[in-house]
C-alpha cells in the first residue's frame, strides 16, 4: 500500500511559479518501478492529466498544454515527486492531484489507470 500527500498548492499571480510535492510513504523495492503522476481538476471539469514520471528511470511525459512550463521530477532518497509549474496562467488554476500505478505505460494518462490517489493542493491563479 502506498500513499501519498500532497503539498504546496496556493495562491500565485499570473507568470508566477509554484511547486508542487507529493510524499510517498509505504514504498518497496517493487515501487522503484511505480509510474507517478500529476493531475489536475478544475471545477465542472474531468480530472485531466498533467505530467508523469518512471520512478526508476526518470523519464517523463507532459501534456502538451504545461509542457515547455512544468517540470516533473523525483528526489529518491526524500521519496517525494516534484512539479515545478511556471509562467502560470489562469487556465491552470484548479486542485492538482498526485497519483501512482505500479503498471501500464507512462503514456497511457487516462485517471483510472492510476491506483493511488493523494488529497489534492488547490492552485489559484490570479489575472
Known amino acids: 500500500q502506498v500513499q501519498l500527500v500532497a503539498s504546496g498548492g496556493g495562491l500565485v499571480q499570473a507568470g508566477g511559479s509554484l511547486r508542487l510535492s507529493c510524499a510517498a510513504s509505504g514504498r518497496t523495492s517493487s515501487t522503484d518501478t511505480y509510474i507517478m503522476g500529476w493531475f489536475r481538476q478544475a471545477p465542472g471539469n474531468e480530472r485531466e492529466f498533467v505530467a508523469s514520471?518512471?520512478?526508476?528511470?526518470?523519464?517523463?511525459y507532459y501534456a502538451d498544454s504545461v509542457k515547455d512550463r512544468f517540470t516533473i521530477s523525483r528526489d529518491g532518497a526524500k521519496g517525494t515527486v516534484y512539479l515545478q509549474m511556471n509562467s502560470l496562467k489562469p487556465d491552470d488554476a484548479a486542485v492538482y492531484y498526485c497519483?501512482?500505478?505500479?503498471?501500464?505505460?507512462?503514456?497511457?494518462?487516462?485517471?483510472?489507470?492510476?491506483?493511488?490517489w493523494g488529497q489534492g493542493t488547490q492552485v489559484t491563479v490570479s489575472s
Open positions: 514520471i518512471i520512478w526508476s528511470v526518470r523519464n517523463t
Open positions: 497519483g501512482a500505478k505500479n503498471s501500464g505505460s507512462i503514456y497511457d494518462t487516462r485517471p483510472a489507470t492510476y491506483t493511488y
